[in-house]
Structure formats: structure tokens, C-alpha cells
């Protein structure tokens, strides 16, 4: 798979040179991509690259995620759009490196074209994450929550959605898949299709999970 267009931004690579060859060998504009083989590399590049797309390959600190360097790695880098490559699938361990600012979790035996992918997703603004993290996360959204005490504290006043719409968002956020959903507001499922679709649309998100980021206020809309 080749990227003729290139991305938005430039993308720096924290990685040894695998990486770097596997993003090489889909991407034909290697001037946008900037090599950093080494934390001290990264921190410099940074400071002069405001914007810029993140990828971390966490091989690079035997796929410990909770590597000293690593938190002060992706704090340095928070305003890019970060992409971690790790081979650590425990949801509970990779929530605190979301928690940092990453958008994006690749396996290390990812394919090409995932890869590119992965990282033109992240570079819109999305999120590219396995449907079981996305499911911790709705969990642990509203653990948090609770932990907090803001249950009055829901991001969707001020938007554009009708009070029904709001009902079945809440549900959403709650982690409730749409069957349910229906059940208890006694609707039917394509009913409940239809709100979502027009929810989404309103708030300029693509899935339930940007929802629920919306809704317990981790991302703004």
C-alpha cells in the first residue's frame, strides 16, 4: 500500500530502524518522516515540531508501560496525535498512556497497510483502539466518574441534540449496546439506529466511543 497524499503533519518515529522501514516501504514522501532513535533525539525534535504526528514504538523499553521514560516521553509530546506500537494488551495497563494523550495502540505484528491506517486515522482525529479497550474504557469512564462525584457533570448542554437524543447518548455512555438501549426507553432497535445516527452527526463523532468521551467530558465537542 503506498500513501501518495502523505498525511497532515510529518510523523516522528521513536523506534529502531524496523519501524522506520515498515512506514518507509508504504509511504512515498520520506521527507515527512523524522527519525528519532532515542528519547534525548525525540525531546529535541519535539521542541521544534508542534503538531507533528507521534509514533512510539515501545519495543524500544521491552514493552513496559510504565517505563519512567515512557510518561515523560508522551507528557513531552502531548500536543501531537500520538500512536503507541506494544505488544501489552492488558486494557488496565495501556489506560494510563491514553490517559497521557496516545490516540492509538498497534501490535507490534501489525501489516502494512493496518499500519498506515492506524496512523491516517489518528492523524484525522480518531482513535484507533480494539473493541475490548473500548469496552474497559466506557467501564472505566464511569468508574471514574463515580469516584468523582460528577454524575451532575454531563458535557452535552449546550449541543445541538433533542431530549431524547440526550436520553439514548446517556445510555450510550453508560456502555448499554443498542438492544438494550431500546428495551428500556420501550423503542425498537432501528429506532435507536436512527437517534444515534443523527447524535453522531450533531456532535461530529464517528463512534460510540467518542460519545462517551463527549459525554464524561474527556474530549470536548
Known amino acids: 500500500m503506498n500513501n501518495s497524499e502523505g498525511f497532515e503533519n510529518p510523523v516522528i518515529i521513536l523506534t529502531g530502524n524496523r519501524l522506520y522501514d515498515q512506514v518507509l516501504r508504504c509511504y512515498k514522501k520520506p521527507a515527512e518522516l523524522i527519525l528519532a532513535d532515542n528519547p534525548q533525539a525525540l525531546a529535541l525534535i519535539l521542541r521544534d515540531s508542534l503538531g507533528a504526528m507521534l509514533l512510539v514504538d515501545l519495543a524500544l523499553f521491552n514493552d513496559d508501560v510504565t517505563h519512567p521514560l515512557v510518561a515523560k516521553i508522551l ?15 492488558d486494557p488496565a495497563k495501556l489506560y494510563p ?34 473493541r475490548q479497550f473500548i469496552s474497559y474504557l466506557i467501564c472505566r469512564l464511569m468508574l471514574d466518574k463515580a469516584r468523582k462525584n460528577a454524575d451532575s457533570d454531563i458535557r452535552l448542554s449546550g449541543t445541538p441534540l433533542t431530549p431524547r437524543e440526550e436520553q439514548i447518548a446517556t445510555h450510550v455512555a ?26 453522531f452527526k450533531k456532535l461530529q463523532v464517528t463512534d460510540r466511543f467518542q460519545l462517551a468521551l463527549i459525554y464524561h467530558g474527556i474530549i470536548n465537542n
Open 97 to 130: 498512556l491514553m490517559e497521557l494523550g496516545v490516540r492509538g495502540f498497534c501490535h507490534s505484528s501489525i501489516n502494512d497497510e493496518l499500519l498506515m491506517k492506524a496512523i491516517q486515522a489518528v492523524n484525522h482525529g480518531e482513535l484507533w483502539i480494539g
Open 174 to 199: 453508560q456502555g448499554k449496546c443498542d438492544k438494550v438501549i431500546a428495551r428500556d426507553l420501550n423503542i425498537s432497535p432501528h429506532t435507536v439506529k436512527n437517534h444515534l445516527s443523527n447524535i
Open 75 to 89: 507528557k513531552k509530546g502531548f500536543e501531537q496525535r500520538i500512536v503507541v506500537m506494544t505488544d501489552e494488551q
